[in-house]
């Protein structure tokens, strides 16, 4: 067995196993490992037959993400990865999309799930014109912010990446979560990093004022993932404007938007709830009984 940190070099790989895979679940997308890489403590590991993702949670539990699905791998590398489950150094595979839980007996596995680690996925119609009387309030403070001010949604290029910085500045100085737990960090790095990693970035503007970010990518044919939406609160309607011209201009080739967990975190929960999810993805912990 081969376990190494996951880095930049790892890219290729992992990219052409989790295109292979194709499925919606948030962790299945390289620059996500990348980027919060230090958080998860992110290894791979490779066997004679299989390669494997290595992290910890956030409930810190030590997990092994396959990067093939069950049904399509060779019985030597799944009997590999019960045999790296044996060991007792990871707790259960994770995360297990709900497709792939016949491949497991449950005589051997015992399965778990949590509702905090459930992707929130969004028809892009919906984002795009705020539709029906659930999506009233979220279109008021659209028209309101397009009504306002003089509004344009740009794509992220080298020259604008300080704009960026100042909107993340923003956000950290009104968000109530904490630095240590938040993504700021990581989102930072995103900016720094988001020609290297493939990422989709666009900024935000009112009457040329920097006032939002988002940064994102396809996940896979039908579903575009975003990492990070970042907005100035202090602007009534910018979050809506964000993503409703984001999803015009950039995600109108998807059927779906996923906006990942909420981590168990309220705020991030009724946030995400306030825009009436139309799937939840939910991703299974499988350990050996």
Not at 44 to 52: A, H, P, Q, Y
């Amino acid at each position: 067995m081969i376990r190494k940190p996951l880095t930049l070099e790892h890219q290729g790989i992992i990219r052409e196993k989790i295109d292979a895979i194709g499925i919606r679940l948030s962790e299945f997308s390289y620059p996500n490992l990348y980027l919060f890489r230090d958080r998860h403590e992110y290894h791979t590991i490779e066997t004679r037959n299989g390669f494997f993702i290595s992290g910890i949670t956030y409930d810190r539990k030590k997990y092994l993400m396959p990067m093939a699905s069950p049904e399509k791998t060779d019985e030597r590398c799944f009997k590999e990865l019960k045999e790296l489950l044996y060991t007792r150094n990871w707790d259960f595979l994770f995360p297990i999309p709900q497709a792939w839980l016949d491949c497991f007996d449950k005589n051997e596995f015992s399965l778990s799930s949590s509702p905090d680690d459930a992707d929130y996925l969004y028809t892009t119609e919906k984002f795009k014109t705020y539709p029906g009387k659930s999506m009233h309030r979220k279109k008021n403070l659209l028209n309101q912010f397009v009504k306002n001010n003089e509004t344009k949604l740009v794509p992220l290029s080298s020259d604008l990446e300080q704009h960026a910085r100042i909107v993340l500045e923003q956000w950290q100085k009104n968000t109530s979560q904490e630095f240590y737990r938040n993504d700021y960090t990581q989102c930072e790095e995103s900016i720094e990093k988001y020609q290297i990693l493939n990422l989709t970035a666009a900024l935000a503007y009112a009457n040329e004022k920097p006032i939002g970010l988002i940064i994102g990518e396809p996940l896979n044919e039908d579903t575009f993932i975003i990492h990070f939406a970042k907005a100035d609160i202090e602007v009534k309607g910018a979050y809506q404007y964000l993503f409703s011209q984001f999803a015009r201009d950039f995600c109108s080739d998807y059927q779906y938007i996923n906006l990942e967990q909420d981590l168990g975190i309220d705020g991030l929960r009724k946030t995400k709830i306030s825009y009436r999810p139309d799937l939840m993805s939910h991703k299974f912990r499988v350990s050996i009984k």
